[in-house]
């Protein structure tokens, strides 16, 4: 019997591991967040500076949930990203901070999120990031999910 209920125990520990939303992807924004009003996105042009640069990488044109969302960081001067004050904002009102989804997916090269889950529409994020220099760099990305 002790064999048996072992088994039995491995078997739902599978069952719950494949059902857990690890597998399912990781939701980088919830349909509740993204039916909250947008704040208003302002796009200056700014001066030349040596703080890290933040580049989304996705295909230019619409794309379908689940996306591989990726950020690459490069740093200049020979200074190093400084991950600790990594900080990604979903720009709605109010603000939500959702740097805590993606720092387990997070390296100083940049960020990526294999099957990131978005509800369909427009979502304005904004990226920020220091170097070991204490240069900061924030962008504002626009992500584009159809339905």
Do not use: C, W
């Not at 494949?18 to 001066?47: D, F, K």
């Not at 990726?70 to 900080?87: N, P, Y």
């Not at 090269?109 to 529409?121: K, L």
């Amino acid at each position: 019997m002790g064999k048996r209920a072992f088994t039995f125990l491995n078997i739902l520990a599978v069952l719950v591991a494949i059902s857990s939303p690890v597998y399912a992807g990781t939701v980088l924004i919830t349909e509740q967040e993204a039916s909250l009003p947008p704040e208003r996105v302002a796009v200056g042009q700014r001066g030349i500076t040596r703080g890290p640069r933040v580049e989304l990488i996705q295909p230019s044109e619409k794309t379908h949930s689940p996306v591989h969302f990726q950020i690459r960081f490069r740093s200049f001067g020979g200074a190093a990203v400084d991950l600790e004050t990594l900080h990604i904002v979903y720009l709605k009102t109010p603000e939500i901070d959702i740097t805590p989804r993606v720092k387990p997916f997070t390296q100083p090269g940049g960020i990526d999120v294999p099957d990131a889950e978005i509800p369909a529409g427009e979502h304005f994020l904004r990226v920020e990031v220091s170097d070991s220099e204490g240069r900061t760099r924030d962008s504002v990305f626009s992500l584009k999910i159809s339905p």
